[in-house]
């Protein structure tokens, strides 16, 4: 390229969709075509609330913010918005080259040779952009190089699809699989994008009494066997944090390896945490992370500190010195991390405080007008879920894991519900137990008589029950609560936001009543009460302040 040749990025950064809606009027199109790509170019400067000029006309810039547009939350439907995508790339297409679509232009003869042998729609789908971009460049079967692909790859971000990555991805899968069905297929072995973590060794690459030595350790975390220490946890950890544990383990023991050492040396947990070696390893995972300590890091530190303390027994002095390491490590824990202040944020905003409060009542309307009665069902069931979590704010795995036998209690004759949990289900250990709201109790009682029984056999009692009849995964619910609240509110909110979201506004209402929200949420002290939301509530202190002094200047 030519010193004064500018790139395809440099021309897009220099361009706004004014210029895309002014080559509009030069371009040869039908009226109705030109008329339907500026009505999309406006409606995404409506959605993004920006004028025309001050929106890039860079596909890759673009194409990230409308990936964060919820379209419900704009009056918009779904596949509205699709013709919207679709109308401002092809706008865009006019200013710059695009990539092609699977059907903007046709294949060359000899792939479509090939395309007619995959027989496997799945095949067809996933190869079709990329034969399509080689067959408008004049590349065929034969000169597809890994350069090819990289080219492919460049050519994607340049679009307005939401996730070019993964469209890559499933292109290099459906290139392999090609190649495994088809004779002819180019033999080009192309490398994916590195997905996984490729540094942490196998248990086989070490001595097997470190796996055995670890084995014993997870047991008693895991507190299968009673009989067999002194000492036990308060509770067996859960099977999540044991899968945890045993990575950190092999991946501090990898550390060392990469770092030099013998992995033939490292025989047993109390190789793992002589100061030198946890020093060593976290040293690794330091450099990786430009010498910032992150919340793993330190979690990795804590778990090494309790094997050492715990397992190995380590001297006074010895675990003094790991309780520094850790301490140094540890992040600042006081108070509501940066992204979820940011989050509640958008509830200063009474329209969107309202539409989260709303969203109950009007995912049950839906469900009960939906023509599929099993999806009518499950938009039933996240309607029950955001509105005991916006009345009863208990956390992700308990909500997942309500009975109805067990957690539903009817204190009296009347139709009355409590939420009861009993200590030993709580994270804290403290019971929690809500009294419901009519209006609550009306809306889980319409989901029990009309839209339950499409979900779940009559022999499950799970009030969430998954597709087997038993409570729905905690992690698959949150984020099924979290992408319907998204596309329905367009507010980002994931299902533990809820405690905070019932903090902040009984807070903006009632500024300094930490002790309802301590009771509310389980909390054992007010003093983690207060380290999570003073200062939450100073906006809504300042506009109470505000219109004190505004008062007295009209008197």
Not at 245 to 266: F, K, M, N, Y
Not at 417 to 434: G, T
Not at 455 to 471: C, D, N, Q, V
Request: net charge positive; glycine share 6%.
């Amino acid at each position: 390229m030519s010193p004064e040749t500018p790139s395809r990025t440099a021309v897009a950064a220099d361009l706004s969709l004014a210029d895309v809606l002014a080559a509009l009027q030069d371009a040869t199109l039908p009226a109705r075509r030109r008329q339907e790509m500026r009505s999309a170019l406006r409606t995404i400067a409506r959605v993004l609330d920006k004028p025309l000029e001050r929106i890039p006309a860079n596909p890759r810039l673009l194409a990230a913010r409308l990936c964060e547009v919820a379209p419900s939350a704009c009056g918009i439907s779904r596949v509205r918005w699709n013709n919207i995508r679709s109308l401002a790339c092809a706008a865009l297409g006019l200013v710059q080259p695009m990539s092609p679509g699977r059907q903007r232009n046709a294949l060359s003869p000899a792939w479509s040779r090939l395309f007619e042998q995959l027989g496997s729609p799945d095949l067809m789908t996933s190869l079709s952009r990329f034969l399509r971009f080689c067959s408008a460049r004049g590349i065929d079967p034969d000169n597809v190089y890994s350069e090819t692909f990289n080219q492919f790859r460049l050519f994607l971000a340049d679009t307005l699809l939401k996730k070019p990555g993964q469209v890559y991805a499933r292109t290099v899968r459906a290139w392999r699989a090609a190649q495994a069905a088809i004779e002819d297929w180019p033999r080009l072995t192309v490398q994916g994008p590195e997905r996984h973590n490729k540094w942490t060794l196998g248990w086989e690459r070490f001595s097997p009494s470190l796996r055995q030595d670890f084995n014993v350790w997870r047991e008693r975390l895991a507190g299968r066997e009673l009989l067999a220490f002194e000492e036990m946890p308060i509770r067996p950890v859960k099977p999540g944090t044991l899968a945890r544990r045993e990575w950190q383990v092999r991946a501090v023991a990898s550390a060392l390896v990469h770092r030099g050492r013998d992995p033939a040396t490292i025989c047993s947990l109390r190789d793992l945490v002589e100061i030198d070696a946890i020093k060593q390893g976290l040293r690794y995972f330091l450099d990786r992370h430009s010498n910032r300590p992150t919340t793993a890091i330190a979690d990795m530190a804590a778990a090494l500190k309790a094997i050492a303390q715990h397992h190995v027994h380590v001297d006074a002095a010895h675990l003094d010195q790991l309780r520094a390491i850790v301490r140094r490590l540890a992040p600042d824990r006081r108070g509501l991390t940066q992204a979820n202040r940011a989050r509640l944020r958008q509830l200063d905003d009474q329209h969107n405080a309202l539409s989260l409060l709303n969203l109950p009542a009007a995912l049950m309307g839906a469900g009960a007008r939906h023509s599929n009665r099993r999806r009518g069902a499950v938009q039933a069931q996240l309607a029950v879920a955001i509105e005991i979590l916006l009345m009863a704010p208990i956390r992700i795995g308990n909500l997942a894991r309500l009975d109805l036998e067990r957690h539903l209690v009817r204190p009296g004759r009347g139709n009355g519900f409590h939420i009861v949990i009993e200590p030993e289900e709580v994270k804290n250990r403290e019971p929690l137990e809500y009294p419901l709201p009519a209006e609550t109790v009306q809306l889980i009682e319409r989901y029990l008589r009309n839209h339950r029984p499409y979900l779940a056999p009559l022999s499950s009692t799970a009030l969430f029950p998954g597709r087997g009849g038993g409570p729905k995964h905690p992690q698959a619910f949150g984020l099924q609560i979290s992408q319907t609240v998204r596309h329905h509110t367009g507010l980002r909110v994931h299902a533990h936001l809820f405690r905070h979201i019932a903090g902040k506004l009984f807070l903006d209402a009632n500024p300094g009543a930490y002790e309802v929200i301590r009771r509310v949420l389980g909390h054992r002290s007010i003093d983690t009460t207060t380290s999570y939301y003073t200062g939450l509530e100073t906006a809504a202190a300042v506009r109470h302040f505000d219109n004190t002094i505004l008062k007295l200047r009209d008197r």
